[in-house]
């Protein structure tokens, strides 16, 4: 069982930036492909970015492109995502997930473990 908590939320004007990270509980925590989602009032939760178990591999949603760099400390049992040029629209409540394999995935399906979600808000 893994235990993911999040944290760093808050609120940010656009063009700002903003660090969110998940804390899991554990002592596999590198063999578990990581991954963020978001969900904004109204809308379904949708991928934003992954990460392979080592690190080493990582995908993006295209939306956040080039803004966001997902990225973890295996030593610390933490993921984070570094999220730059902010936007009214990234504004959601975000969510961390685990997978119990290395590889990492960008559908919901895959994940097995969730965290509670932080929220994370752009004002114009």
């Known amino acids: 069982q893994v235990q993911l908590v999040e944290s760093g939320g808050g609120m940010v004007q656009a063009g700002g930036s903003l660090r969110v990270s998940c804390a899991a509980s554990?002592?596999?925590?590198?063999?578990?492909?990581m991954g963020w989602f978001r969900q904004a009032p109204g809308k379904e939760r949708e991928f934003v970015a992954t990460?392979?178990?080592?690190?080493?591999?990582?995908f993006y949603a295209d939306s956040v492109k080039g803004r966001c760099t997902i990225s973890r400390d295996n030593g610390k049992n933490t993921m984070y995502l570094q999220m730059n040029n902010l936007k009214p629209e990234d504004t959601a409540v975000y969510y961390c997930?685990?997978?119990?394999?290395?590889?990492?995935?960008?559908?919901?399906?895959?994940?097995?473990?969730w965290g509670q979600g932080t929220q994370v808000t752009v004002s114009s």
């Open positions: 554990g002592r596999t925590f590198s063999t578990n492909a």
């Open positions: 997930a685990a997978r119990r394999v290395v590889v990492a995935f960008r559908l919901e399906s895959g994940y097995d473990y």
């Open positions: 990460i392979s178990g080592s690190g080493g591999v990582t």
